[in-house]
């Protein structure tokens, strides 16, 4: 069933106050990114900002690609339009539907929120920063020899920023109201098959 109607002027005014995190989520990333790059030399290591015996260090990295960095060496105009033109779109569309549609409770409202503030944080650095997004959070990680897949013999996560952080809490609390969302509505449905 499709909820997407046009909504009142008081109802997308409620709708869109959720996006005042987004101001926040921004506002907090460049400030730490600010503080990164005004205190710590590109891809160095300072000891005073290693912490828990080596699990998190505060270092300064540049990533021209996406998560992982993929895409970092494509050209240039290829990684502006996959990397800015593309998100900037999907980010428009998504405020777009979120204040249109009824289907979203307050709290998937704050959650898309939030991820729209890491996703425009770090937008912020792809078209403002000609070196790329500033990373900082480096943490250890598994680092099993053995293990059949990469991301599991890795010694350190790829490297990250606060953008990041809220793009996946935000995104791991969405997906679970999603689970929740779903699980209310298909119990009914069983209910009424058992009466029957």
Not at 49 to 54: E, V
Not at 59 to 80: D, E, Q, V
Request: charged share 20%; with cysteine; net charge positive.
């Amino acid at each position: 069933m499709n909820k997407k109607i046009k909504p009142t002027r008081e109802e997308a005014i409620e709708r869109a106050i959720p996006f005042c995190l987004s101001l926040v989520v921004i506002i907090l990333d460049q400030i730490t990114k600010w503080l990164v790059v005004k205190h710590i030399p590109p891809y160095t290591i300072i000891p005073e900002l290693t912490y828990f015996d080596d699990f998190l260090r505060i270092i300064h990295a540049r990533n021209l690609g996406a998560a992982f960095s993929m895409g970092g060496t494509w050209p240039f105009f290829i990684r502006k339009v996959i990397f800015c033109v593309i998100p900037l779109a999907v980010i428009a569309y998504v405020v777009y539907f979120s204040i249109c549609t009824k289907e979203f409770t307050k709290l998937q409202r704050w959650c898309i929120a939030g991820i729209v503030g890491g996703g425009l944080g770090n937008l912020i650095d792809r078209i403002f920063r000609p070196l790329g997004v500033v990373d900082f959070v480096d943490v250890k990680w598994l680092g099993w020899e053995k293990a059949p897949f990469e991301f599991l013999r890795m010694t350190r996560w790829p490297t990250f920023n606060f953008a990041d952080s809220m793009i996946v809490v935000f995104g791991i609390i969405l997906i679970i109201s999603f689970i929740i969302m779903i699980s209310e509505e298909e119990s009914p449905k069983k209910d009424t098959k058992k009466g029957k």
